[in-house]
């Protein structure tokens, strides 16, 4: 069992910036690759970003590009979401999943949710002024 905490959500106002943060305290963290997902209230989970193990192969979706990075410190267990230019519509609960599949691994794509096998509990990001 993976146990995945998300931490770094909070209250913004539109323009700015919040990192958030992927932990857990298996050391086998460094073979699953992460994304981060969101869900708005009364909208269906979509993906937001990913990154590989190593950390080398990253995907951003559409919404996000030039806005977010990812980026991970295995010897941490830890993966962040840097999170700039925050938008109104990014308010959301966002979740981190990690995958321990190939596929997800070679293409880092987030279309199929249920390639992640294990989810954090989630993290609150609210953009209002």
């Known amino acids: 069992q993976l146990e995945l905490v998300e931490s770094g959500g909070g209250l913004v106002q539109p323009g700015g910036s919040l990192r958030l943060s992927c932990a857990t305290s298996r050391f086998s963290f460094k073979n699953y690759a992460i994304g981060w997902f969101r869900q708005a209230p009364g909208k269906e989970r979509e993906g937001v970003s990913c990154?590989?193990?190593?950390?080398?192969?990253?995907n951003f979706a559409d919404f996000v590009k030039g806005r977010f990075t990812i980026s991970r410190d295995n010897a941490k267990n830890t993966v962040y979401l840097q999170m700039n230019s925050l938008k109104p519509e990014d308010t959301a609960v966002y979740y981190c999943a990690a995958s321990p599949y190939s596929t997800v691994e070679a293409t880092c794509s987030m279309e199929h949710e249920t390639l992640f096998t294990y989810w954090g509990q989630g993290t609150q990001v609210t953009v209002s002024s």
């Open positions: 990154i590989s193990r190593s950390g080398e192969r990253k």
